[in-house]
């Protein structure tokens, strides 16, 4: 549905299921992925001036099992998970960079400068928040869970005014919530 209302509009007919869309911060690019195809890759679309769409293309490609993409807020950069870890692609260039070798849930601070990162439990039993620079550079750990019994969360990480908001695994089913914040 359009903000101003209206007929909601198809912007995929793939044989795939198309799943994760991210908008970009202009509100005029969807970013997508085929997450159950054997590849998963990555997809986009721009919304042309009179409201249709142009035909999805590829974003990505010989990156296996891309997917659960997010545009950095000036969208310059787009950070996806991949069966070879947490990747970054350079929007303006298609230049995608490695950040993290095993996968990772990304989410962007207030601006663009850092990409924040929700690891998967490490060989001593933690999982880990990390923090990288887009430009490069070695991720800097900033929290970590250190309960020996409450390790597992679930996907998902947002960060607001460095606060990191994350669901929790160990509670039923249900979606629990903690807030950590550093200095």
């Known amino acids: 549905m359009r903000a101003a209302g209206g007929d909601e509009v198809q912007i995929t007919t793939s044989p795939q299921e198309d799943w994760n869309p991210t908008w970009a911060p202009d509100g005029q690019s969807l970013v997508w992925d085929q997450q159950l195809h054997v590849d998963s890759v990555l997809w986009t679309s721009r919304r042309r001036s009179d409201g249709t769409w142009e035909p999805a293309h590829l974003l990505t490609t010989g990156i296996p099992s891309a997917s659960i993409s997010r545009y950095s807020p000036d969208g310059r950069w787009i950070v996806f998970n991949s069966r070879n870890g947490l990747r970054l692609l350079e929007v303006s260039t298609s230049h995608v960079r490695d950040v993290y070798p095993t996968g990772a849930w ?3 601070g207030e601006g663009s400068n850092v990409l ?25 750990t900033r929290a970590y869970g250190n309960d020996p019994v409450s390790q597992g969360r679930r996907y998902g990480l947002a960060v607001s005014h460095g606060r990191f908001f994350f669901p929790l695994i160990e509670r039923k089913a249900d979606i629990w919530v903690a807030e950590v914040q550093f200095k």
């Open 106 to 108: 990304g989410a962007w």
């Open 116 to 140: 924040y990162f929700a690891t998967g439990v490490d060989s001593t039993g933690h999982f880990t928040i990390k923090s990288v620079s887009p430009s490069g550079g070695a991720p800097k």
